[in-house]
């Protein structure tokens, strides 16, 4: 997968630009959309919810608690907010689509596996050299650097890393690299490390197809430009992945029925009301293929049904990491 490019032609660079300076004169109205990507197939769909109400099925499963994903900054608003508390908000909406909670694992239908969190937006190594510097860590002795790296390294083993222990790690790689590296070489580095941070973002949140379209296109894309934009700032995150529960204990094999990637931006730190609003934007959309990633704002008053307790599965599904 090849997402971003490394030559832009005017027209798609004025495209870019136009697009970043709206998105950036928006931002502070539009804080509350929604990125929403399912994936289901039709005939799953067609069989799910025909072509009235009455013709939906209802569906059991069970929640396993799937990958959650720290960020690299410290957001206590993420830490504190408990799986399960998550597990039952999204069986409110789940229930509007005829998904009800399975009494145990034996009789559900379904298996949803839940990854969340927030994404880690690389920053570049190049143009904090100077931030480093005037702070002194680049200017400290190698054995002095070596130091404070062991004492970064022991400190991100104990958990998510402070924004202190990255500024070390950035001091210990800006030494390192100032021995062996030109300008040039840097800057190539920090090209390929934010290259490798949009593919890798864009496949958690589900922009991967979209931009593969982008990149496709002479001039790229409105929607593409877009997507980029928001990449460029942290986003919550919720994954499911709907697999067929029974295939899954008779052969420990995982068959996946549907997905769903929801993502909003984290530049409040509120994660518990994130949740809500990507919930509510994309209650209609559990089971279903979208239009590739869908923007979407929340509905003011979402319906939602109480479909009693979330059954958690909590054993390791056996998944590929």
Not at 65 to 73: A, D, E
Not at 83 to 111: C, I
Not at 113 to 141: E, F, K
Not at 212 to 237: N, V
């Amino acid at each position: 997968m090849n997402c971003p490019r490394s030559r832009l032609s005017p027209s798609r660079s004025l495209l870019l630009l136009l697009a970043g300076c709206f998105l950036g004169a928006a931002a502070l109205r539009a804080d509350d959309r929604v990125t929403v990507r399912g994936k289901a197939s039709a005939g799953y769909m067609a069989w799910k919810f025909g072509f009235k109400d009455s013709d939906i099925k209802n569906e059991s499963y069970v929640f396993n608690q799937g990958r959650f994903y720290g960020g690299s900054n410290r957001d206590a608003g993420l830490e504190k907010a408990p799986f399960l508390d998550l597990a039952k908000s999204l069986a409110g909406d789940l229930a509007g689509q005829h998904y009800y909670p399975a009494t145990g694992l034996q009789k559900a239908n379904l298996l949803i596996v839940v990854d969340w969190g927030v994404t880690t937006v690389a920053s570049s190594t190049y143009a904090d050299m100077a931030v480093n510097n005037s702070l002194g860590v680049g200017n400290l002795d190698a054995g002095r650097q070596d130091t404070l790296h062991q004492m970064a390294t022991d400190e991100r083993a104990k958990g998510t890393p402070t924004p202190a222990v990255q500024m070390l790690d950035q001091g210990y790689e800006m030494r390192r690299l100032n021995g062996l590296a030109s300008d040039a070489e840097l800057q190539e580095l920090d090209q390929k490390s934010m290259n490798q941070s949009i593919v890798s973002n864009a496949a958690l949140v589900g922009f991967d197809d979209d931009l593969r379209a982008d990149d496709s296109s002479p001039f790229g894309t409105s929607k593409g430009a877009m997507l980029r934009a928001f990449m460029s700032d942290e986003r919550y995150f919720i994954v499911l992945n709907a697999y067929d529960c029974q295939a899954y204990l008779k052969t420990k094999q995982l068959k996946l029925v549907w997905s769903l990637r929801l993502s909003a931006r984290a530049l409040d730190g509120d994660f518990r009301g994130s949740v809500g609003r990507m919930i509510a934007a994309a209650r209609d959309d559990f089971g279903r293929q979208t239009d590739g990633v869908e923007i979407k704002r929340p509905a003011e008053k979402p319906a939602r049904i109480e479909p009693g307790a979330a059954e958690v599965f909590p054993q390791d599904t056996g998944r590929s990491k």
